[in-house]
């Protein structure tokens, strides 16, 4: 985070409630008196072997970060790394496995970013909503 601190001063970024000044899962940017978005980011190589699973394993993490921060799901953006020689069959079902967990928290994801790699990764980016 230090290099971060040296570019971006918390004291210039008030409406920045908790991000540069204070190390956490998510960051959380204050709109208005009455809205505040949460934003966090997470994704690991499997931890289970049903990609299912893993896939809700993975978003229920992601997710996890808004609750943390007392806020609501609004939002999330798939993050992959997939090798190119395994099924995609595979790759469905741990996106199905995120889509029902975020469809559950109420969110929807919109779109998102894929990468060839060595080893599946699967997380998300999420977006929510709270009351400053």
């Known amino acids: 985070m230090q290099?971060?601190?040296d570019i971006f001063a918390a004291a210039d970024h008030p409406d920045l409630l908790v991000g540069l000044g204070v190390a956490d899962d998510a960051a959380v940017y204050k709109l208005n008196e009455n809205q505040a978005?949460?934003?966090t980011?997470?994704?690991f190589p499997p931890?289970?072997?049903d990609p299912y699973d893993y896939g809700?394993?993975?978003a229920a993490n992601a997710l996890s970060d808004v609750y943390a921060m007392g806020g609501e799901v609004l939002f999330a953006m798939n993050i992959v790394g997939f090798p190119d020689n395994l099924d995609r069959a595979i790759l469905q079902e741990i996106l199905r496995g995120g889509a029902e967990k975020v469809a559950e928290a109420g969110g929807?994801?919109?779109g998102g970013h894929s990468v060839s790699d060595?080893?599946?990764k699967y997380g998300l980016a999420?977006?929510?909503?709270?009351?400053?």
């Not at 999420?126 to 400053?132: D, E, K, L, R, Y």
Request: aromatic share 4%.
């Open 56 to 58: 809700a394993i993975a």
């Open 126 to 132: 999420v977006t929510g909503m709270i009351h400053p």
């Open 3 to 5: 290099p971060l601190r």
């Open 41 to 43: 980011t997470d994704f």
């Open 108 to 110: 929807v994801i919109v």
């Open 37 to 39: 978005i949460i934003n």
């Open 47 to 49: 931890v289970v072997d």
């Open 118 to 120: 060595q080893e599946p």
